[in-house]
């Protein structure tokens, strides 16, 4: 679905993405765990075709230009930070992302109303976007992410700034999403998100250490968790951490 070969992204002398390999099945939730600074969102961004790479090659659904209208309508994305219309209320938002993506009228309510709920913000179709708090934000931008039912989603840091409970759902979603043969690619700094996806790229410096199931991470790092997993990779390719 998706491979990555030797994908690099320069901005001036800084590397933040250093050519990075990666082959991403269908199917999956697949987490990618770095500190900030480590290239997640400049990753991300670069498979969305937002940013070019500036060497290297994306393979996305058999396509290798990111940014097609083809590959386009297969993906939907969630950015780290905000994307929806403070003026707009949060039916408008939702119809405005699914008029974009072409989704027929006659269609489109039936998927409002049911991406809604699932989000659970049905009984605030009307208020203003502006006027809603942080978590209901992040469940609105979800909503605008899953109108038009992507094969893969792409999230970045979806969870970041709200509150445990409600991470807790997101992921009851994400799950449910995956189990209905959704992809989701996520970027997180969380240790227990990352341990509940089925596979896990550990990002630092633009560099990709490892990435496999959480179990064998944790095996092959004879580690007790993820985070001392991570600690140790990043030892082994770059020596004692400062
Ligand atoms: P993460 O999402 O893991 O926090 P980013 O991809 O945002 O990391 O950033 C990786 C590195 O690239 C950082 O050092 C950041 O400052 C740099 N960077 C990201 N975007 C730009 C940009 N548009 N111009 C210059 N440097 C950037
Ligand atoms: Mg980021």
């Known amino acids: 679905m998706l491979t990555l ?10 590397i933040a993405v250093d050519k990075l390999d990666l082959n991403i099945p269908q ?21 969305m075709g937002l940013l070019k790479p500036t060497s290297g090659n994306i393979l996305i659904f058999n396509n ?33 992302y699914g008029r ?3 989704i027929p009228e006659t269609e489109l309510e039936t998927r409002l109303l049911d991406i809604l709920e699932m989000v659970e913000l049905s ?13 209901m934000l992040r469940r609105l931008m979800l909503a605008t992410t899953l109108i038009h ?5 792409i999230l970045d840091e ?25 992809s989701i690619l996520i970027t997180t700094h969380h240790i227990s998100e990352a341990s509940r996806c089925n596979k896990v790229a550990f990002l630092r410096q633009g560099k990709l250490l490892e990435h496999d199931t959480p179990e064998k991470l944790m095996q092959r790092y004879d ?3 993820l985070e001392e997993a991570f600690v140790q990779a990043t030892q082994a390719n770059f020596g004692e951490m400062k």
Request: glycine share 14%; aromatic share 10%.
């Open 5 to 14: 070969t030797k994908v690099t992204k320069q901005f001036g002398s800084q």
């Open 64 to 96: 290798n230009s990111p940014g097609d209208f083809e590959v386009k309508h297969l993906l939907g994305y969630m950015p780290q930070q905000l994307a929806v219309y403070p003026g707009l209320s949060v039916r408008e938002n939702v119809l405005f």
């Open 100 to 102: 974009l993506y072409g």
């Open 149 to 153: 039912q992507p094969s893969l989603v």
């Open 223 to 225: 580690s007790a968790n």
């Open 158 to 182: 979806p969870t970041a700034g709200v509150d445990p409970s409600l991470r807790l759902r997101f992921w009851e979603w994400f799950e449910e999403l995956a189990h209905g043969g959704t």
């Open 123 to 135: 009984s605030c179709l009307d208020n203003l976007a502006a006027d809603l708090s942080g978590g």
């Open 27 to 47: 199917g999956l939730v697949f987490g990618l765990l770095g500190p900030n600074g480590s290239g997640k969102s400049t990753l991300l961004r670069m498979i």
